[in-house]
């Protein structure tokens, strides 16, 4: 990364420029999807692709000539003309206002770097789970600081370290809200299976007058309860693994639903993807089981205790 001039031959602009490896780059990157024109062509040496709200401040496109300033890595002062071959539009406002970016090999002539990288990045593939992810990154590390002790190692875990202590913290604010979403639903359950049976209590003495005791009617509408309780959480818990399904494997593109001028200064780039949570599956289908067998229970060994003559009357 270097602090440069960018100038359209009658005004001089303060950018930002970084070399880059225009092959490997978007290995890790993904600024090509984000490109108008090309993300460098060939070997072809001082080509520039930079910011499209810096290049319309400057006037100036694809196929238009800029002049760069800057300083070489020796402090000497160096300019020359550069070739625009394409256009960063992202929804990061740096990187369209004020980047500019060059080949590692047309930086290393114009800033007489000689051969100097002072940073490389790594991607990780990603795993379904979070947490799997932070293992991977930190084995990473570890590998890359025993193998080049004079580097410096920064892994998102660190970079990202106040992001991922605030998702922590949300994650407990995630269980309260199961909980109110589940709560709700119990009430739901209840009043169903409670309907159903009061609504029954004439047929409950109907089986009491045919010779039921009471403990067998009770285990009648406790399996019941069960069945729909089980029934539900099946449907449920396919119908959530659906989603959280799509949400890891292809997730919601945040760029999409930003653009630049309501992003005032803040980034909003890439996918928000979901994770898997056994644990929230598996509590939400017995949590729905067990209260569909209560509201179930309840009512029957109520009506189970009624003489058969006031269930038969009952209304």
């Known amino acids: 990364t270097f602090l440069a001039q960018v100038s359209n031959g009658t005004e001089m602009i303060p950018v930002v420029g970084t070399a880059v490896d225009p092959k490997r780059d978007p290995t890790v990157f993904t600024l090509p999807e984000y490109t108008a024109g090309a993300f460098f062509s060939g070997d072809t040496m001082y080509q520039v692709v930079m910011g499209k709200r810096l290049a319309d401040e400057i006037g100036v496109g694809t196929g238009g000539y800029v002049t760069l300033y800057a300083l070489t890595k020796d402090g000497a002062r160096n300019a020359d003309e550069f070739e625009v071959v394409g256009l960063l539009n992202t929804t990061d406002p740096t990187l369209n206002r004020s980047t500019v970016l060059v080949s590692h090999r047309t930086a290393n002539d114009f800033l007489d770097l000689d051969g100097l990288i002072t940073e490389l990045d790594v991607a990780l593939e990603r795993p379904p789970r979070f947490e799997d992810y932070e293992v ?3 084995d990473v590390g570890r590998m890359v600081t025993s ?19 605030m998702s922590r913290g949300k994650r407990a604010f995630g269980w309260v809200f199961m909980a109110v979403i589940l709560l709700i639903a119990s009430i739901g359950i209840f009043n169903s299976v409670l309907m159903s049976v ?4 004439r047929e409950i003495g109907v089986l009491r007058a045919h010779g039921l005791r009471a403990s067998e009617i009770t285990w009648m509408f406790l399996l019941e309860g069960l069945l729909t309780g089980m029934a539900g959480g099946v ?11 799509y949400m890891v494997n292809v997730g919601i593109p945040l760029d999409q639903f930003a653009n630049e001028d309501m992003l005032e200064g803040m980034p909003i780039w890439g ?12 509590f939400a289908f017995c949590f729905g089981v067990a209260v569909a067998v209560i509201a179930g229970w309840i ?6 205790k009624m003489t058969i003559t006031q269930a038969l009357r009952h209304v």
Do not use: C, H, K
Not at 147 to 161: D, K
Not at 299 to 304: D, H
């Open 271 to 282: 996918t928000l993807y979901g994770q898997w949570n056994p644990g929230a599956f598996v």
């Open 299 to 304: 009512p029957a060994r109520q009506a189970g």
């Open 198 to 201: 009061y609504e029954r209590i």
């Open 136 to 138: 991977d990154m930190r």
């Open 147 to 165: 193998t080049f002790p004079n580097l410096g190692v920064e892994t998102y875990a660190e970079i990202g370290a106040g992001y991922l202590a």
């Open 235 to 245: 449907a449920g818990v396919l119908m959530g693994g659906a989603v959280v399904s």
